[in-house]
C-alpha cells in the first residue's frame, strides 16, 4: 500500500494548476446516460473516483474513451444498456447512487446497489427514493437493492415538486438529470446550491435541457422529450483550490492557483483573511487565479460547517490543521456529517490539542506539530494529514493514502512543484 513521507517545514512558491471538480465530472460523467448521442468532458480530473464511475458505465455499456492531454472524456451510451450499478463498485464510491436518475429517465428502470454507511457517517439515501417516487417511479428495496420501474403503460417519469428533508447535493443532482426527461414540470424546493449543481445544471442545458434557478434554493425544470450530445468544460474544484489555500497558510508562502475560483470558495477565503492570510483574486490571460501569501502565524478561527454557500464540510479537517497550529483556540462545529472527526485523533499523535464533544472540536493552538506516522481514513481526512505534515517538525508518514488518490488530481506532484519535500513511497 503506498504512502506519504513528507519533511516538514518548508515554505511553499510558484504556481499550482487547479483541477477539475471530482464532485461535478461524477454527476457530469453519468449525465451521458441521458442521451444516445456522444457526450465530451473536458477538465476531468485524473482520479481514482472518475476511473471507478467510468468502469461504472463501461459496464453498463456506455462507450468511453479518452483524448487529449487535458482530461478529455467521450461517452456514449447508445442503446441497450445494462442498468444496474453493482455492489461491488457502489460500495468502494457512493456517487454511483447518481445514475439512478439518468437511467430511470431515459430507460424506465434501474437496479443500483443501496450505498450502505461510509467513514463519515451513516448517509442514507431515502430522500433520492422519495424524489423518484414522487416522479411516478416504483421503487422497492430488496437484497441490498434499489429496484426501478415505471408503472405498466407509462413510457416516462412525470414532472413533481419535491421538497427534501434536508439539502443534500447528490439528491439534487439525481433530481436534476431525472427531470430533463420527465413529462412536465418539476420544481425543487431546498435545492443544493454548490457550484458544483450549476455546472450540471449548464451541461444538461446544453445537451436541450429546460432548467432554471439553479445556484438557488428553487430550481425549475421543465421536461423535455430527448436530450442531445455536448461539449462541457468541468468547472475547477473548489476543495482542491481551498486544500492548497489552506496549505500555503500553514506552512507560510506565496502561491498562485490558476484556475482556482475565489467566487466558489467566499467562506473559506473570509476566514483565511481573518485567519491573516494576504488573498488576491483576479483573471488574467491564464484565466482565474488566486493569489495567496502567507507569513508568520495565523490566528485561530472558528468556523461551522453547513450547506453552500456556508463554509464546506469537505475543507472543516484542512482549515482545522491550520487552528492547530495559530494562535488562540477556536470551536470547529460539523453539522452535515454525524462522523467527520476522524482526523483528529491523527493530529493529536502529531502533538495537536484538539478536544471533541458532539459535533464540536474545541482546538488550542500550539506552536508546532512533530512529525509522526499517522493514518488516512477519508478523502478529505486525507489531505488535512498532508497538510499537517508539511508543519510538522520532522518527517511524517501518511499511511492508506489510497484515500486521496480517490480525490484528489496529482496531491504530492502539485506540492512537490511549489517546494514541499513530499514523496510517495511504496
Ligand atoms: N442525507 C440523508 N438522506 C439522503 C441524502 C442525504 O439523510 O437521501 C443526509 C446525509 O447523510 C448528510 C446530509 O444529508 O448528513 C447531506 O448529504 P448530501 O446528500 O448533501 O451529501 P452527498 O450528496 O452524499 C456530496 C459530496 C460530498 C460532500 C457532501 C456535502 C459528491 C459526490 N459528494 O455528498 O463530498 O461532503 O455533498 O457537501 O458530490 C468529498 O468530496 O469528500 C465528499 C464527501
Known amino acids: 500500500m503506498d504512502k506519504l513521507r513528507i519533511t516538514g517545514g518548508r515554505t511553499l512558491h510558484g504556481e499550482v494548476t487547479i483541477s477539475g471538480a471530482k464532485n461535478a465530472a461524477l454527476p457530469e460523467l453519468c449525465a451521458a446516460l441521458l442521451t444516445s448521442e456522444p457526450v465530451i ?37 447508445a442503446d441497450p444498456i445494462q442498468a444496474e450499478a453493482p455492489y461491488e463498485l457502489v460500495k468502494t464510491m457512493r456517487a454511483s447512487v447518481l445514475v439512478l436518475g439518468p437511467l430511470l429517465a431515459r430507460f424506465g428502470h434501474a437496479r443500483v446497489s443501496l450505498p450502505g454507511g461510509c467513514a463519515i457517517g451513516s448517509r442514507p439515501v431515502d430522500q433520492h427514493i422519495k424524489g423518484m417516487q414522487a416522479m411516478g417511479a416504483e421503487i422497492v428495496v430488496e437484497h441490498g437493492y434499489m429496484v426501478a ?17 434536508m439539502v443534500t447535493v447528490t439528491g439534487t443532482e439525481n433530481f436534476l438529470m431525472a427531470a430533463a426527461l420527465a413529462e412536465g414540470e418539476t420544481l425543487l424546493e431546498n435545492a443544493a446550491q454548490e457550484p458544483e449543481i450549476g455546472d450540471l445544471a449548464e451541461m444538461l442545458i446544453a445537451m436541450g435541457a429546460k432548467i432554471e434557478g439553479h445556484g438557488t434554493s428553487r430550481i425549475h425544470i421543465q421536461g423535455v422529450e430527448r ?10 474544484d473548489r476543495i482542491e483550490t481551498g486544500t492548497f489555500l489552506c496549505a500555503v497558510a500553514a506552512t507560510g508562502g506565496d502561491v498562485v492557483l490558476r484556475h482556482g475560483r475565489a467566487d466558489h470558495l467566499d467562506a473559506v477565503i473570509d476566514k483565511l483573511r481573518d485567519a491573516g492570510a494576504e488573498i488576491e483574486a483576479g483573471k488574467d490571460a491564464g484565466g482565474d487565479f488566486i493569489r495567496v501569501r502567507a507569513t508568520g502565524r495565523m490566528k485561530a ?6 450547506e453552500y454557500p456556508g463554509f464546506p464540510t469537505d475543507m472543516q479537517a484542512q482549515f482545522m490543521v491550520l487552528n492547530c497550529i495559530a494562535e ?6 460539523e453539522t452535515i456529517f454525524e462522523n467527520r472527526f476522524m482526523h483528529v485523533n491523527e493530529l493529536v499523535r502529531l502533538g495537536a490539542h484538539i478536544q471533541v464533544d458532539g459535533k464540536v472540536a474545541v482546538v488550542e493552538g500550539i506552536s508546532r506539530l512533530s512529525g509522526a506516522t499517522v493514518m488516512a481514513t477519508d478523502l478529505r481526512a486525507s489531505a488535512s494529514l498532508v497538510i499537517a505534515g508539511l508543519v510538522a517538525e520532522g518527517e ?3 499511511d492508506r493514502i489510497y484515500h486521496l488518490d480517490r480525490g484528489y488530481d496529482q496531491m504530492e506532484e502539485k506540492l512537490r512543484g511549489i517546494g514541499a519535500d513530499i514523496e510517495r513511497v511504496k
Open 396 to 398: 511524517t508518514i501518511v
Open 301 to 306: 478561527q472558528s468556523f461551522r460547517t453547513t
Open 41 to 77: 468532458l473536458n477538465n476531468v480530473p485524473r482520479l481514482r473516483d472518475v476511473a471507478t464511475m467510468r468502469q461504472l458505465l463501461d459496464n453498463m455499456g456506455v462507450q468511453t474513451q479518452t483524448h487529449g492531454d487535458r482530461g478529455g472524456i467521450t461517452l456514449q451510451a
Open 149 to 165: 420501474r415505471l408503472p405498466v403503460g407509462k413510457t416516462r417519469l412525470h414532472g413533481a415538486r419535491i421538497a427534501t428533508d
Open 227 to 236: 436530450l442531445h450530445g455536448c461539449t462541457h468544460q468541468v468547472v475547477a
Open 328 to 333: 488562540g483556540t477556536s470551536k470547529v462545529t
